[in-house]
């Protein structure tokens, strides 16, 4: 079940939003403990087994942190423990198979690959497992002694898909106290209505295109850059609009979760991009990797290498498939040389050319993100710079005729002028608020009209 189906909109929103409103304030989190269960049991009934299991032990390690908060020897034992049980399920479903399939590759033994069903969500909630023991054991939040909030706090449905990523001493206030308002819930609202426009009527209409080119295998250089260029567009509102939607949800149940996009095509380097793009995630790297591991506090050649750590993790976490580590590994090359010199290059040039050389560096970036056979990604970035494949220029023609207003709409909505609009609408007065207003019903309605005549309703971060 993800945000965008009829099914939440009409069914499982409904009951758990009137749930959650009718019973008294000691049950609410016991409230939404059920009803997140129950949220992840509809598309993982197997795997929600692991949930619990996984709320079991990190609660325990997490109380076991606080009594030897003193002896700091014991504690740092029990924080790794977690962390390798954390890190060993997340290796275990997401990697094996890649694992295996490439020593099988490499020694040729025929080893059998293992079949192993990823668990919705585990990348995400597998961080926040970890976020738990490691701000306990720094004494940056007190252990939950209460499973049930404890439980809240990892399993609260609007983030555990897909995010968000909530570091626990952000959290941990709000899981015991917080207050409801109806600014609050209006504010959320419309929060997860501009979510469902970005998902519904932006990404998913350009993944048709995305799509189609990804199977051409040798795509023409028009073909190339149309195909490239929506599955560029559809993955940012993909995502940021299933961020929106988790966030808006969090401010309906009375949280406030933590931004994930702001604009990132913007940008005027690749550095500025990742401080715009997937934030959470660029946040606990920094915090529980990074930062560790030394930061920049050591010299050149120490940051060097781990800024090339951090990006291949990045990369792998993405997906158990070695073009994601390339993927990683190439911004990896672009941040080093922008820390090195091309940052200082950069500020001497037109900010147009700042924002281009970005933004084809994201574009460029995608295509070894989509593509899991690399070769497949080198054709096609052959094709975009004038080496095309087998592909047809006609096709190429055909798709700008077609998609070329929801691209440039989607250009227009992927920067802050959409929302500076929407904003003094609101702000305007009474003939503002009326035209806001009917906006955002109208999109709402075009939107449902559009998942009711249409059940091509993917999400790209699920898989990951």
């Known amino acids: 079940m993800i945000f965008s189906s009829l099914i939440y909109l009409f069914f499982f929103f409904l009951i758990v939003l009137l749930a959650y409103y009718l019973v008294p304030r000691k049950l609410k989190n016991l409230c939404l403990v059920i009803f997140s269960l129950a949220f992840y049991a509809?598309?993982?009934?197997?795997?929600?087994?692991?949930?619990?299991?996984?709320?079991l032990v990190d609660f325990c390690c997490g109380l076991l942190i606080g009594r030897f908060s003193e002896r700091r020897g014991a504690a740092r034992a029990i924080v790794l423990g977690n962390?390798?049980?954390?890190?060993?399920?997340?290796?275990?479903?997401?990697?094996?198979?890649?694992?295996?399939?490439?020593?099988?590759?490499?020694?040729g033994l025929g080893v059998s690959i293992p079949e192993v069903a990823l668990p919705i969500g585990i990348s995400f909630y597998t961080f926040e497992s970890i976020s738990y023991s490691v701000d306990v054991y720094r004494k940056e939040a007190p252990p939950m002694k209460n499973i049930i909030n404890f439980a809240t706090y990892l399993s609260f449905f609007p983030h555990?898909?897909?995010?968000?990523?909530?570091?626990?001493?952000?959290?941990?206030?709000q899981v015991v106290q917080r207050q409801e308002t109806l600014e609050k819930f209006t504010a959320g609202m419309m929060r997860f209505c501009q979510g469902v426009f970005k998902k519904v009527l932006l990404?998913?209409?350009l993944a048709g295109l995305a799509e189609r080119v990804q199977y051409m295998g040798n795509p023409s250089t028009p073909e190339a850059w149309m195909g490239i260029l929506a599955y560029t567009f559809q993955i940012y509102f993909d995502f940021s609009g299933y961020s929106d939607m988790a966030i808006g949800l969090g401010m309906m149940f009375g949280f406030e979760l933590p931004e994930n996009f702001d604009h990132p095509y913007i940008s005027r380097s690749v550095s500025e991009f990742w401080r715009r793009w997937h934030m959470t995630l660029g946040g606990w790297f920094r915090e529980y990797v990074y930062i560790p591991l030394g930061g920049n506090r050591h010299g050149k050649l120490s940051t060097v290498r781990n800024?090339?750590?951090?990006?291949?993790?990045?990369?792998?976490?993405?997906?158990?498939s070695w073009n994601f580590a390339f993927w990683g590994a190439y911004y990896a090359v672009l941040i080093i040389c922008e820390k090195l010199f091309l940052g200082k290059l950069l500020e001497k040039t037109p900010v147009f050319i700042q924002w281009l050389y970005t933004f084809l560096a994201a574009v460029i970036g995608w295509v070894f993100f989509s593509y899991t056979d690399i070769g497949a990604a080198f054709r096609v970035l052959a094709a975009m710079f004038g080496f095309p494949g087998s592909g047809t220029d006609s096709l190429g023609v055909y798709a700008l005729l077609t998609y070329g207003a929801t691209m440039l709409i989607a250009a227009v909505c992927s920067t802050p002028a959409a929302g500076n609009l929407l904003e003094k609408l609101r702000t305007s007065g009474k003939p503002g608020k009326v035209i806001w207003c009917t906006g955002f019903l109208v999109l709402f309605v075009v939107s449902i009209a559009?998942?009711?005549?249409?059940?091509?309703?993917?999400?790209?971060?699920?898989?990951?």
């Open 160 to 173: 555990l898909v897909a995010g968000p990523i909530v570091r626990y001493e952000k959290l941990q206030a």
């Open 42 to 55: 509809w598309g993982e009934p197997v795997y929600v087994v692991l949930m619990i299991l996984t709320i």
């Open 83 to 107: 962390v390798l049980i954390n890190l060993g399920l997340l290796g275990w479903f997401k990697y094996a198979g890649m694992l295996v399939s490439t020593f099988d590759q490499i020694t």
């Open 450 to 464: 559009f998942l009711v005549d249409n059940s091509y309703n993917p999400f790209l971060y699920a898989k990951f």
């Open 203 to 205: 990404a998913n209409n």
């Open 307 to 320: 800024l090339a750590i951090v990006w291949v993790l990045t990369g792998l976490w993405h997906g158990a």
